[in-house]
Each structure stands twice: as structure tokens, then as C-alpha cells.
């Protein structure tokens, strides 16, 4: 079985400040891996490029594209790089209004990926927008509506739709649940995780929030001042720690 | 003649312009960036078309402008009046004996033939500006030809609205490459774009020049189910009867009284000389007479 998103030896430095050094993994379809570590860590920069807003210093990014198999992202034409990202690659913002176009309705926002890459039929973009705004819990009189008139968690699943709407493999997401109330935080991790086995997405999620890893990820890998201490399956990493940086942030966590 | 250069503008600054406008015109709907000149009236007035009109005029020309379709305007009159007085040009109100005509938010009703220049006037160049903020956003979408963002525009003019509402400056795509903003034209005048005369687009204040040459395939952007159209008032010119210009709309009392009338002042007037009379026309007094 090829993997998805094939990583090997990463870097990107700030100047002489590290980002992220010496970062490695396969991703396969269908898997969900996630990040964790404190702020500064260099979750969010490896992240950006593996997403290609980032130019790696060193180290390849290949993914599994559909027609020539493994590409290498990072040296791939822009054209190419910025097709991926409207198709088989999306991005979850942490801040919904960084994903979304807030001067224009909920439907242009998810119909946008569907024109970028040739939909030119306004009756099948608004069906396939309203159906997506139903599978992320949006209810179809809201769809001419701007994102500004909806709550946080609502701009988040929004974001959600927008960028699932045409069927990619993998998604990266960015702190999913950051900033959103305990409640909303379930009911959106609950969506993302029936939507993930639905369509069997693999997904790379950056978080520091153990307990959306526990939900959702398969694997996990902890970072700590730009390289990764320790790998393995989630439940493993987390009931077991066996680095100390790893024991010290399972400790953290509030016992409620 | 008078102190000022031919034209107002250095022959440096022509130069300039003139490379701009090759430029524009062998990669039809790029804007080109130029170096746009403090020209002697504020920005809005039509600065960007004045230079570009400065940089192609020649002594031989014979100069129209229109401003809204008709020449008998402020804007028209005075930018007019400048060409005679800094280039001595001739100057004609008439359509067909124009050979460069500087026109802000019309194409004349007359077809132009492939000796005569038309040059817009043109407010914002980048049509995605409203949709993309950023600069350096729009110009890599220019490059990588990633126009989806277009038709979210008219998407939302659909689903708040029922149809395109879009009615000037209706987004088109020149010879299948650059979508461009054709100045607020209305979109009435936007199936004559395709036509034999040179068509150059001068924008001052942001800096732009962009051109059509002759005969370039333009198209309008639109959806499958929802076509391009163009629209204009469901009337007849009631000075001239003609059903087939674009028409302005007037308030004649406080009763709500109104009528339409060409736009096009030439238009109309060559129409009512030629004996036509709409539904509030008097005959022209060459038939009276």
C-alpha cells in the first residue's frame, strides 16, 4: 500500500532560529494523525509546509497525486501546488474568518472551491452548497446568509463544508476546536470524526488539546522546540508517555 | 500653435505610455503597469484615458469625447476643449468622423471601422478587486488563470437577486485567457467589444493600461442556466424611436412624468435628421422647414 503523504527530513529555520528539523512520516489513506506540543514548537510550521504555504529549507513532501503518483509538493510547479490545494488538499483554519470570505454568503463560500475548479452551473452549485451545509448541521435557510451573522462553531463547520465540498483526500486542520466553548467543541468533533470514516479522509490535525487527539487521531507525534520526542498510536502516547517533555504534558491536563 | 508640448504631455512621457499600450496590446486584457503623470484635473475625471489619448493622438486626428454617450457633457466638453488647446486637433461630434474618440461608460450605437481608436476612461482596472483585496493575491490569479472567484460574484447576485445583477462593468474573458473589467460600460455595449476599432483602456490613478486589439474574441462570463444578457430599458427612444440603443432614463415633472432618449447623443440626432420621430420628438427642422 503506497502512503498518501510520504514526509522525509523536513527543516525550516527562521534565520538561525529552528522551526522544525529532522521531521519523518508516512501517512496512509484513510489515516489520521496528529501534532501536539506547546506553543512554539514548530507544530504550526510544519503544518504550513506540509500544506505548501511554507517553503521547506530541506527535505521532500511527497504526495500521492491521482494521475502521476508521488509528487514531490515542494518542488512542483505553483499551478500545480495551488490545484492541489483546491482539490485534493484542504486547509481548517484555526480562525474561521481566516478560511472563509465573510463579504460573501455562506453558499458562495462553499460554492467557491466547486467554480475554482470549473462548475459553471448555478443550479448544481447551490444544490450541492445547500447539501453540504445540512451534513455540517447549517439548516438550508441559512444559506444566503454572510458568515458574520453566525456563531463561532457555525463559522467553523462552515469552514468545514468549504472546504470538503469537493472531495479531497487530506485535510489539514489547524487548532479545529481552538477557541470555541466545550460544548460546541464535542458536537464539532463529533462531526469531524463521522465525516472523516465517511469519507475514509486522512487528515493531519495540529493541536494542543489532548483530548481532540484522543477523539480523532490514530497516531500522534509530540514536538518540542522544533523536533519531534516521540511517536506512536495515540492511546499508546498518551497512557504511556515514555519522554519526559511527553509525561510532563499528559500530566498537565485538568482532571475534572 | 501654443506653448505646451503636442498634447500636453513630454514626448519622454508618450513614449512611455505608447510602449505601454504595445504591451497591452500584444497580451490583450493584461493590465500593464505605466508610470500615469499629475495631469491637470483631479483624478475621476479621466486621467488615465487622457494620457493614453495624449500618447496616440497625431496632428491628422480628428478628436471626439463622450462622456455617458454624449458629447455635450462637462466631462466631454472640457477634456475636449484641452485636446484643442494642447494638441490643436480637430475636434467632430460625429461618430464617423472621429478617428480617436475618448468615451467614459458608453461604446457608440455606430460601429467603429478598423481606422478609429476608442480609449476608456477607467475607474478600477482589476475586476477582482472587490472579491480580493490584496494586490499581490489578484495579480498571481491573473497569472495562474484562477478566475473561480469571478463567478462567486455572480453567484451572489444570483441568490440575492434571481438574475445577474451585475449591469456595468460586467466581467469578460479576452480571447480565453484574461478576465478583464471593461470600465463601467453598461453590459448592453458589451457584445460590441468584439469590434474592428482599437480598443485601449487608461486607468490614472491605479496605474494600469490595458488593451483589445481588433477583432479579439470577448466573452462575457455568465452560468449555464443563468446566460449573459444584454439588457437595456424595455422602451423606444422617445426623441429618436429607436429600439435598438441603449437608453437614459429621464424625469420631466413632479408627476412622474418621464421619457427615454438615446444616450447616444449622436446617435439620436443623426436619426431624427435622417426623419425618424419617437413617441415625444418633434421632427428636425431640416424636415420641417
Redesign the interface.
Known sequence: MTPLLQVTDIAKFYGHRIGCKDVSFDLYPGEVMGIVGESGSGKSTLLNCLAGHLTPDQGQVNFDTRTDGLRDTVTMS??ER?MLSRTDWAFVHQHARDGL?MN??A??NV???L???GA????D??DSATDWLGRVEISADR??DRPTAFSGGMQQRLQIARNLVTGPRLVFMDEPTGGLDVSVQARLLDLLRGLVREMNLSAIIVTHDLAVVRLLADRLMVMKDGHVVETGLTDQVLDDPQHGYTQLLVSSVLQV | MTDYNFAYLDEQTKRMIRRAILKGLAIPGYQVPFASREMPMPYGWGTGGVQVSAAVLTPEDTFKVIDQGADDTTNAVSIRRFFEKTAGVAVTEATTEASVIQTRHRIPEQSLRDDQILVYQVPIPEPLRF?EPSEVETRKMHS?E?Y??M??KL??D???HGAIATSYAYPVKVEGRYVMDPSPIPKFDNPKLEMAGIQLFGAGREQRIYAIPPYTQVVSLD????PFEASKADCACDLCGATDSYLDELIVDDEGGRMFMCSDTDYCANRRAAGHVGAQGVPAQGDAA
Open positions: 505553483e499551478p495551488r470570505r460573501v454568503s453558499g458562495g460554492g467557491e472551491r467554480m475554482a475548479v459553471r452551473h448555478y443550479g452549485i447551490r444559506v444566503d | 472579491l495562474l484562477e473561480g472567484l463567478h462567486v453567484y451572489e444570483i441568490s440575492q452560468f449555464e442556466d443563468y
